[in-house]
Structure formats: structure tokens, C-alpha cells
């Protein structure tokens, strides 16, 4: 069973198609990717998720349940964390929480047990009784958090959760999303503009730009479409010119690129690498060290839309 199923999912605002037929589905359990640039339609799609928006067609269902037909039912299945802090700053984290749980239904011994667990697996315990407007940036994102999963949602939505935080904060946060994914079985849907947090914690990724399908799949699968060779980085202390034309007319090898203290070898297989070392050992270069060159996902969007995911 799926936790998201997004299917032929269009929308329009005035003459402007937002969102073009998209189409996508997400496992039960784990940490989906889900990213573009600004402009791409993800807000807006996150909202007809959320039953903020409707969908002009298409269908959405969250836990199995159509979330349009039965919005209620849907909704209890989510936990969302907007890129907007959604917090009562003249509060303290303990009524923060002790507020929005009662909004989810919880009380009596069940809200305490619920507040302490979200204060626990954020790393805001010793923090619970300071006013949240004395927070640091951090701290209010991991509350901001710990809000979120007070209900236990079956499926957690995280719109940019490490906008502005330092890096202990942003630690924090990737531990609770690894947590929640294993110990609790949450499905995650990731969203963020920083491709190093997504490599990290995301094996599927849907990238979107325009209102359209860009790439899905699997994070690897996705880079291999788009970058089906390997770049291969030879050191070495000195390299010959006479050497690296011999190399660029070794079949399979489709570049070779010449920097100070390495050269870096385009090949169509990891078996051309074989004739490469070959003719190096050849001609007595002395190598120092190999290594593999893998494409990141911010490189794919560039390559596949001419754009950095921060445009």
C-alpha cells in the first residue's frame, strides 16, 4: 500500500496551469524527496495534499482514503510542517504543545505522554518552560516539529524544515526524520532546496519544475538517466600532455580532463578503466590515488532544466 498517491493531478489559477497532470506515488515508511525550484508547483501541490486546495482534476489519496471526497479522514492521516513557523511565541514550548494537542483531540494522560514523547525525540526537554520568542531560530523549527507529530500522523510533510537553523539544530532535525521513519514506520515527504539534505536522507526523489514531472525514481537511478557515464579521478604527481592524448584515444574513454594534480576520465564502463591504468603504468606515471566522481542531484537539475534549485 501506498501512504501518498498522486495521480493525473492538474490545477489552475485564473488562465495559469500550476500543475500538469502530475503523477506519483509514495511507499509506506519512508523518506521521500520532494523538490524544484521556486515557481515549480510545490507549494500548491502540497496544499491539495493537505485539502488546503482542490485539485481542478486528477485524484490525491493519502492512506488509501480519497482525500477529496473524504477530507476529514484524510487530514488525520497528516502531520505538516510549513516553511512559516506556526507557533504561539508568548507561550512556552509545554503550552505550545499542551494547546495544539488538545486541537488534535488529546487529553488527560494521553496528552502528557504525547508531549513528552514530542519534547523527548525533538531535544527540547530542558527547553520546555522558556517562552518560545527566546528561542533560537533552530529551536523554534524542532518545536515546530514536535507539533507536528503529536497526533502520530501516518504521513508527515516537511516543507523546508532547516530554513535558518544552525548546524546543531539541522542535526537534530535529521536525526528526528531518520527516527521517526524507523522506530515509528511515519512516512516522510521531504521537501527542501539544500540537494546535500536530500541525498542524505531521501532513496526516491520527485523533481518537478513548471507544473511538470522533471525525474522520479530511485536517487541513483534518477542521476544515471541523466548522466549515464563515469567520471573517474586519477591523481597523480605529474601527467605527460603526450599521456593524455594516448588516454583520449582509448575506446570508451569519452573526456579527460587535465587539472594541476589530477586528471579526471569520462569512460561509458567501468571497464575501460582497466586500459587506462594500463597505458599510465606504461608510460611510468606514478598514480597516488583513485577515485569515482558521482553526479549530485543538484547537477541533474541544472543539467535537465538550465536551473539552480535556489531560482
Sequence with gaps: MYAVEVKNVSKRFNDKLVLDNVSFQVKEGEIFGFIGPNGAGKSTLINIITNILAPDSGEIKVCGIDAVKDSLKSKACIGFVPQELALIEELNAKDNLEYFGALYGLKGALLKERMKEALEVTGLVDKKKEKVKKYSGGMKRRLNLALAIMHHPKVLILDEPTVG???????????????????????????SHYMEEVEELCERVFIMDLGKEVAYGNRNEVKASVFPNNKVVIEANYIKAESLLKLEKIKGVIKVTDTRDAITLTIDDNFKLAGCLTLLEAEEIDIKKISYEEPKLEDVFLNLTGKTLRD
Excluded: A, L
Design 165 to 191: 537553523v544552525d548546524p546543531q539544530s539541522r542535526q537534530h532535525i535529521f536525526d528526528f526524520v531518520k527516527r521517526i521513519g524507523k522506530e515509528w514506520g511515519t512516512t516522510v515527504m521531504y521537501t
